[in-house]
């Protein structure tokens, strides 16, 4: 789930490494540029991580993101949880 001010938007997770991620672009996306974001990474139902993110580049079906600094271990949990997925995505 993407965060923008107050409002979310349900996206998926195209690619994955510790310095961003590439995920699908929401139907409704806001038109204006969008700076920064917060993506919550929903990966069971106990585990959600939340990461603050950049927006560097926006495409016509994705967007890409970069990992705000600062958040080192939120950012290792995400890599380790998310380990464990990778193989239910083929």
């Known amino acids: 789930m993407l965060i923008v001010g107050d409002d979310g938007f ?7 490494s510790a310095g961003g ?3 699908g672009k929401p139907k409704k996306w ?11 990474f929903m990966l ?9 993110a950049r927006v560097v ?3 016509p079906d994705h967007i890409g993101v970069m990992f705000l600094s ?8 995400l890599m380790y949880e998310a380990r ?3 193989g239910d995505n083929n």
Do not use: H, K, N
Request: charged share 25%; aromatic share 6%.
């Open 70 to 77: 600062g958040q080192e271990q939120r950012i290792e949990a």
């Open 57 to 59: 580049r926006s495409a």
């Open 84 to 86: 464990f997925l990778e």
């Open 44 to 52: 069971d139902q106990d585990t959600v991580i939340g990461v603050a």
């Open 21 to 23: 991620a590439r995920l």
């Open 30 to 40: 806001p038109t204006t540029a969008i700076d920064q974001l917060r993506v919550y």
């Open 10 to 16: 349900l996206s998926e997770v195209w690619d994955l």
